[in-house]
C-alpha cells in the first residue's frame, strides 16, 4: 500500500478550496435570483410568507457566504505554508484568528435567524460554528506557543 506524500494531499486539498472558492462566488453572483425562485416556487411550505422575508434571507446567506469564503482563502494560506515546510509562523496565528472570527459572526448571523424562522437545522449551525470557534481559538494559541518556541530556538546555538 503505498502511502500519498503530504505535500500532494496539501496540494490537492489547495485546489479543491480554490474550487470551492470559485463555486461559492459563483453562487453569490446569482443568490438573488436563486432566493427569489426559492421563495415564489412552492417549497417555503414551512415559513410563513417567505417572500416577505427574501431581504432577510439574502442577507443571511450574503454574510455567511463571504464568510466561508474568507475562511477558505485563510485555510489554503495555511496550507501554503504547511506544504513550504513552515507551518509554525505569526501568519497562519492571524489567519487562525480570522477564521475564528468569521466563526462568532456566522454564529452571530444564524442565531438571529432562530429568532425569525427557526428550524432544528440552523441550532445545529450556530453550535458547529461555536466548537469550529473554540478549536480554531486553542489551535492559534498553540500556533502562537510553537512560534515563540521556535523563535527562541532558533536564537540557540
Do not use: H
Not at 462566488?25 to 417555503?44: A, E, H, R
Not at 466548537?131 to 510553537?146: D, G, I, K, P, T
Request: net charge neutral; aromatic share 18%.
Amino acid at each position: 500500500m503505498k502511502v500519498l506524500p503530504f505535500k500532494f494531499l496539501t496540494l490537492l486539498l489547495n485546489y479543491f478550496m480554490l474550487f470551492l472558492m470559485i463555486f461559492a462566488t459563483g453562487v453569490l453572483i446569482t443568490l438573488p435570483w436563486l432566493i427569489n425562485w426559492y421563495v415564489t416556487f412552492d417549497i417555503t411550505f414551512n415559513i410563513p410568507d417567505a417572500s416577505k422575508l427574501y431581504y432577510y434571507i439574502l442577507a443571511i446567506l450574503y454574510i455567511s457566504g463571504i464568510c466561508a469564503l474568507i475562511i477558505l482563502n485563510e485555510l489554503r494560506k495555511i496550507f501554503k505554508t504547511c506544504a513550504l515546510d513552515n507551518p509554525f509562523i505569526s501568519e497562519n496565528v492571524t489567519s487562525l484568528m480570522r477564521i475564528c472570527l468569521m466563526c462568532v459572526v456566522i454564529s452571530i448571523v444564524y442565531l438571529t435567524k432562530i429568532f425569525i424562522i427557526n428550524s432544528f437545522f440552523t441550532m445545529i449551525v450556530v453550535f458547529i460554528f461555536m466548537m469550529a470557534m473554540v478549536f480554531c481559538y486553542v489551535l492559534a494559541q498553540l500556533f502562537e506557543s510553537a512560534v515563540s518556541f521556535k523563535a527562541e530556538n532558533d536564537l540557540t546555538i
